[in-house]
């Protein structure tokens, strides 16, 4: 019994050595970014497979696996596809998850209104406060949002 114990606590041990070792980044997600419209999302890693939706420019996804040149990601509503690798890049985004969001001139509620976005309307993500992101639209609209109303 106390062998097993002794055992026990030993592979604990490690585990939890490991888990501290390890940089935390090592198990963050990859998102991506879709470069064009009228990207397809398929059923499988080829040009053969269902069309299951179609996606536009600065589309954020999740990686969730890479078979060859295709991605299967993972959209900000949870459905899942397979793209063409070359049709993605790192650049980030961010999306609106939220029916509507309000975009503020600072970093807080108290802050003046100065636009709204609703619900799948992309912005680039900028600086941080807290749990304030700077975002900016593609028509130049810039404003602060509380980080719970996009994704990622």
Partial sequence: MKRLTLKLSVAISCTILVGLI??????????????KDGVN?????S????????VFKDFPLKVIKRKGDWVKAEDFEGDT????GPLLTKKKKVIV??????????????Y???ATALYG?????????GKW?????SDGTRGWVHESLVWP
């Fill in 22 to 35: 390890l940089p935390h980044n090592s198990f963050a997600a990859e998102y991506v970014t879709v470069i």
């Fill in 41 to 45: 999302v398929r059923s499988q890693p």
């Fill in 47 to 54: 040009t053969k497979g269902e069309v299951y939706w179609e």
């Fill in 81 to 84: 596809g397979w793209i063409y």
């Fill in 97 to 110: 998850k939220v029916k509507k969001a309000n975009l503020r001139v600072g970093p807080g509620k108290n």
């Fill in 112 to 114: 003046e209104i100065n």
């Fill in 121 to 129: 309307v992309v912005f680039t993500p900028g600086r941080r406060d």
């Fill in 133 to 137: 992101l700077q975002v900016t639209h």
